[in-house]
Nanobody, 122 residues
């Protein structure tokens, strides 16, 4: 069955960096889009970034443009989210999800990971 497992979260100081990983199994990652989403306590879920399957087009929320980079390694069936210049407002649970591109961009992908916590604090 389709499974997504996030890792790489943790506690980091403002200005620091983290790299999140999303390891996929049960399907061929290269055929689907992957999105990263986040949700902070008391806030709605927010789309952070997405990478397409067809041409590796990337999409970013305005709040993370220039600081976050999404990439994929189809040989490892893994997608990464490199997060630099982290801010306290980036604190949230981060989830990866997969489906066709339209569903990911609409925020309604079918398959979700369990999430990894990112906390940015001094």
């Amino acid at each position: 069955q389709v499974q997504l497992v996030e890792s790489g979260g943790g506690l980091v100081q403002p200005g620091g960096s983290l790299r999140l990983s999303c390891a996929a199994s049960g399907f061929t990652l290269g055929y689907y889009a992957i999105g990263w989403f986040r949700q902070a306590p008391g806030k709605e879920r927010e789309a952070v970034s997405c990478i397409s399957s067809s041409d590796d087009s990337t999409y970013y929320a305005d709040s993370v443009k220039g600081r976050f980079t999404i990439s994929r390694d189809n040989t490892k069936n893994t997608v990464y989210l490199q997060m630099n210049s982290l801010k306290p407002e980036d604190t949230a649970a981060y989830y990866c999800a997969t489906d066709v591109l339209q569903a990911v961009l609409a925020g309604t992908p079918k398959y979700w990971g369990q999430g990894t916590q990112v906390t940015v604090s001094s």
